[in-house]
């Protein structure tokens, strides 16, 4: 079953053709690239990867879910992208990428099928582009194990991340397409943190992310005023 109910049609259109250039890194997806081994480390520093089995919501062209694999997880990417799921799963071929797996499902669906079924949950960059983003949350609590980690990033709704995220990103420096994103469907981290208290997720680091374009650098820090990350962990004590 693969329910779309959770889904903007425009935002999978909008991905969806651009699809193909996933893989180029001077795309309009070099940003994720970039930034790519950033989240790779913050993940692996605090769940090591190897052995583990994990699932990344919204994968897209499977930037991360192949570095997760690469890294000795068995990972399995989920997208309602049709287009963006055939690009992940041929770059994976073409890369002989091990371990990983695509599925056109959405993760309220996974969740009822695969509840507890994962050691680590990634869902980045993915948030901000649902109708509902507390679904995607609950099901990412629903999709863990009891001790295993649940992993966000997502941009915060204020009016320092309409100028960097919007009219600097999209308009100014051209990082990103316009429209990429609406700035109404950002989401406050104390938004994203009550979102993860119902889902009875623990919040265990919280981290903002930012970008220097002169010198095309991204670090790790305690602002969270534009883009951040959140690190859950859903209790040993609660069954699945």
């Known amino acids: 079953m693969t329910s779309t109910s959770n889904v903007d049609p425009a935002e999978l259109a909008k991905f969806s053709d651009l699809a193909h250039r996933w893989w180029d890194k001077e795309s309009e997806f070099r940003p994720l690239h970039e930034i790519n081994p950033l989240r790779l480390d913050w993940i692996g520093q605090l769940s090591p990867l190897a052995g ?15 570095a997760m694999a690469r890294k000795g997880a068995e990972v399995l990417g989920i997208d309602l992208s049709t287009k963006s799921l055939r690009v992940a799963q041929l770059h994976a071929l073409e890369a002989e990428t091990p371990n990983v797996q695509y599925r056109e499902i959405s993760a309220e669906s996974l969740a009822a099928e695969q509840a507890a079924g994962f050691d680590v949950v990634t869902c980045m960059e993915m948030l901000e582009h ?15 194990r009891p001790g295993g980690w649940v992993f966000f990033s997502t941009i915060n709704r204020n009016p320092k991340s309409f100028v960097f995220a919007i009219l600097g990103a999209e308009y100014i420096l051209n990082l990103l ?28 680091q919280p981290r903002g992310m930012q970008y220097n374009p002169l010198t095309r650098r991204y670090w790790l820090d305690d602002d969270p005023s534009v883009n951040y990350l959140f690190a859950t962990q859903r209790p040993l004590n609660q069954g699945a």
């Not at 583990?52 to 991360?64: A, Q």
């Not at 649902?130 to 863990?144: D, F, G, Q």
């Not at 316009?178 to 623990?202: N, V």
């Open 52 to 66: 583990k089995r994990v699932v990344d919501i919204g994968c897209g062209g499977g930037i991360l879910a192949d």
């Open 177 to 204: 397409p316009r429209g990429t994103h609406a700035y109404a469907k950002f989401i406050r981290p104390s938004e994203l943190a009550r979102f993860c208290r119902d889902a009875k997720l623990e919040l265990r």
């Open 130 to 144: 649902v109708p509902e983003p507390a679904s995607i949350v609950r099901a990412c609590a629903k999709l863990v």
